[in-house]
């Protein structure tokens, strides 16, 4: 999600120093253009050691250190990995670095360790020594001894995606130099009857469209090999048994296992379909660095949950609905997050859609151009959809500058929409949705799953812009929302902001049916319960790993029945075509604290509405009375723009921002001490 722009204090460990604008990631804040060679040679500043000099992927590099004058708080000092060894630290980033008082005993001994938790980068790394902070460092001295690769050529980050065909998926991986890439299947453990060769790609700078993604963010992911897996009918609900690598090196992965999911209109033998949906997620590790450790605690956890729930065989797909790795035009972030994706991706299905942080970039085809706060190049940092599409395709008939597709997955028909590209009427988008949901056969799919990045309907304070959640909401109901009523979309999920809400069955921002609560022997939760709506049930589920977003308003807007602040994911299952149950699931704990159940009796019938005055279209008669209908789509997009601020004021009149204290008075399902720390007003 894009950031408003302010002055503040960002924390990063023990570090609070004042910035005139948010950004995605701690890179942001690093300048190496500014770095200079220290000239006091009064003090010392010592890398003592680094242990172990060989490694292998995601192994643990411990970093020890001295200076005879420590520099803490606020601009302090700092380790940082570099990739390769010999790159020139004055033109890019590191690939993480971390302060070196995170050492408790640093400030008063000048000796610390730091740990760095690496993936295989495919090249040597050597360890910096800085001090006087990250925006005007001053560089001390660097380790004697480089850290390598037992293996650089390594194959890793498997990935399974759908191709559009339900008899083709494609595996993805990476490597360094593989020349004879190859996978090998099949459907018993350790015996491979199918023999394929993959092809290889690569993402080129000159393809980044701007900074930081082509300048001091730019790192080579490797290659890219895709090998199609034929014949998945016939292995629907059976699992499949695979390995990859280089034939000519004989460099081989372990044995990794994947769960092929239910064909259209099937259901798994023993479960209903059953499928994981998040957003807003990013790349974190369990290691003394900052690269991306505030929003990444959370994120691993969330993938140490799902990566679970997918090795014991009960997901038979991922739907991640945009704002990925929140690399933003620093490439190496996408390494470390296809390693965290790894053992969730490669077992199951893995869907996405893209979001701000993957697409909005200027002189694209993005529909915004997103925050100044990531320069002049947008929130994607100059990605601008490249890296996102090419390490995680998506069904056909998806492409990088026109990023929707629909799937089927047993008794659900998913559609996958782009928040981030043209969806006004008339558009090419909405022409392809409104085709796709005509053809949806509800007899074989029942059930339909539509998902976006930015949300349709979101209780938030924020309508300053034409990219503020008012606005947006506002947009995504005039030209969207008809369609998902007229074709009975029974449930929307969409992310951006950094909150779990559950709305109502909802159309033009009027509640058609509220849940009643019903509770059931053996849960503790009550589930919020739907019979028949007739209008689409949304939620927002932006809490994959992103930091909060602290900015809804009380009262609740009456379509809004929920709103809490944990990370997690929601665990969707259709029990048949009349059931569908919905979980939100804890990533800390593993609980559910929040259930939903939809029954519907007749997926073929149409909806009604009470008091209906609506043609079809979706716009009311008061819409038309007003002289809405005569506008142009243009002139509908200025008029949103224009009146942004204006329904932004109106809506929140006589509303207050509410402190932490009452929020955890008044919900027990925000922030904990645990996790408080990640709460922001505007991520």
């Not at 965290?340 to 490669?346: F, K, Q, R």
Request: glycine share 8%.
């Amino acid at each position: 999600m894009a950031w408003r722009k302010r002055s503040y204090h960002k924390r990063f460990g023990k570090h609070a120093i004042a910035y005139e604008t948010e950004f995605a990631n701690e890179f942001f804040e690093l300048k190496p253009e500014n770095i200079i060679a220290a000239e006091d040679s009064t003090s010392v500043y010592i890398i003592e050691d680094v242990s172990p000099l060989v490694i292998t992927n995601d192994d643990v590099v411990t970093v020890t250190f001295y200076s005879n004058t420590p520099n803490i708080q606020p601009y302090g000092d700092w380790i940082g990995a570099y990739s390769p060894a010999n790159v020139d630290i004055t033109k890019t980033v590191p690939v993480k670095y971390g302060w070196c008082d995170e050492d408790p005993n640093y400030d008063t001994t000048g000796r610390g360790t730091l740990s760095f938790n690496m993936t295989n980068l495919r090249s040597d790394i050597a360890f910096y020594y800085f001090t006087s902070g990250v925006y005007y460092p001053k560089y001390m001295n660097v380790s004697q001894s480089n850290v390598t690769f037992e293996n650089i050529n390594q194959p890793l980050r498997p990935r399974v995606v759908a191709t559009g065909n339900p008899d083709v998926f494609n595996l993805l991986w990476s490597s360094a130099y593989s020349t004879h890439p190859t996978l090998m299947w099949g459907r018993t453990q350790g015996t491979y009857t199918v023999t394929v060769e993959a092809n290889t790609s690569t993402i080129e700078r000159k393809e980044m469209l701007g900074a930081p993604a082509n300048t001091t963010g730019w790192r080579d992911l490797g290659l890219i090999h895709t090998a199609p897996l034929h014949g998945m009918i016939e292995c629907a609900n059976e699992n499949i048994y695979y390995i990859f690598g280089d034939a000519a090196t004989d460099d081989w992965s372990e044995e990794h296992s994947f769960h092929c999911p239910p064909l259209a209109g099937t259901q798994p033998s023993t479960r209903p379909t059953r499928v994981i949906l998040y957003d807003d997620m990013g790349r974190g590790s369990t290691d003394d660095t900052y690269t991306w450790n505030e929003y990444g605690r959370p994120a691993i956890e969330t993938m140490y949950a799902v990566g679970h729930e997918v090795s014991m065989g009960n997901v038979d797909a991922i739907y991640h609905g945009g704002d990925v790795s929140y690399a933003t035009g620093y490439m190496a972030v996408w390494d470390f997050f296809m390693d965290e994706l790894a053992p969730s991706a490669s077992g199951a299905l893995y869907l996405t859609t893209v979001g701000n942080h993957e697409s909005d970039c200027p002189n694209s085809p993005s529909y915004y151009i997103g925050s100044t706060s990531y320069g002049k190049y947008g929130d994607s940092g100059g990605e601008c959809g490249v890296p996102a599409t090419r390490l995680l395709p998506m069904p056909a008939p998806a492409t990088t500058n026109k990023p929707w597709w629909s799937y089927d997955i047993g008794l659900i028909h998913f559609v996958g929409m782009s928040t981030e590209h043209d969806y006004t009427i008339g558009s090419e988008q909405n022409q392809w949705l409104e085709a796709d949901l005509a053809e949806v056969n509800r007899t074989k799919t029942p059930w339909i799953i539509f998902g976006g990045h930015r949300a349709m309907y979101l209780n938030s304070n924020y309508g300053e812009d034409v990219t503020s959640d008012i606005v947006v909401m506002d947009n995504l109901i005039y030209h969207i929302e008809p369609m998902l009523w007229k074709y009975r979309v029974n449930l929307a999920f969409w992310g951006h902001n950094h909150v779990v809400q559950r709305h109502a069955a909802v159309k033009n921002k009027t509640t058609i049916q509220r849940s009643t609560q019903v509770y059931e022997d053996g849960y503790t939760v009550p589930f919020a319960y739907h019979n028949d709506p007739q209008a689409t049930v949304h939620m927002v589920i932006g809490t994959a790993g992103a930091k909060f977003t602290v900015n809804y308003v009380e009262p609740y807007p009456e379509w809004n029945e929920m709103v809490f602040y944990r990370y997690g994911y929601a665990r969707v299952s259709t029990v048949n075509s009349t059931r569908l149950e919905w979980e939100w699931v804890s990533a800390l704990d593993n609980e559910v604290y929040d259930r939903m159940v939809i029954d519907q009796s007749d997926a073929t019938k149409g909806w009604t509405l009470p008091d209906d005055d609506d043609d079809g279209s979706g716009h009311t008669s008061s819409d038309k009375d007003s002289g809405w209908s005569s506008y142009s789509g243009l002139e509908k997009g200025l008029v949103f723009a224009s009146s942004a601020v204006a329904v932004s004021v109106l809506s929140i009149a006589g509303y207050m921002l509410v402190t932490d204290y009452v929020l955890k008075k008044r919900n027990p399902l925000l922030p904990d001490s645990k996790e408080s720390d990640n709460l922001n007003d505007g991520v």
